[in-house]
């Protein structure tokens, strides 16, 4: 099982840039396909960015593409989102999850972090 934690949200003016961290415990954290997802006001759970166990496999959502890196650091066994030039429509919340191989979903979450960006 994996325990996920993220942090490093807050308020940003538009063009600005936050990193997200996710922090997971458990030691097969490595094993684990990650996402971040995020969910705004009224609207419904949208996935931004995968990435694959090793690192070397990145998937964007298009509204993030050019602007939003997703990165893993295994050793540290956490996995990042580096949000550039950032818009008020990236304002959500924002989670992530581990995604659970033998039952093809993302299975684990985490309680998720709060992006507002001003305009």
């Known amino acids: 099982q994996v325990q996920l934690v993220e942090s490093g949200g807050g308020l940003v003016q538009a063009g600005g840039s936050l990193r997200l961290s996710c922090a997971a415990s458990?030691?097969?954290?490595?094993?684990?396909?990650m996402g971040w997802f995020r969910q705004a006001p009224g609207k419904e759970r949208e996935i931004v960015a995968t990435i694959n166990w090793s690192g070397s496999i990145t998937n964007y959502a298009d509204s993030v593409k050019c602007r939003f890196t997703i990165s893993r650091n295994n050793a540290k066994n956490t996995v990042y989102l580096q949000m550039n030039s950032l818009k008020s429509e990236d304002t959500a919340v924002y989670y992530c999850?581990?995604?659970?191989?033998?039952?093809?979903?993302?299975?684990?979450w985490g309680q998720g972090t709060q992006v507002t960006v001003s305009s």
């Open positions: 458990g030691r097969t954290f490595s094993s684990y396909r």
């Open positions: 999850a581990a995604y659970q191989t033998d039952r093809g979903r993302y299975d684990y």
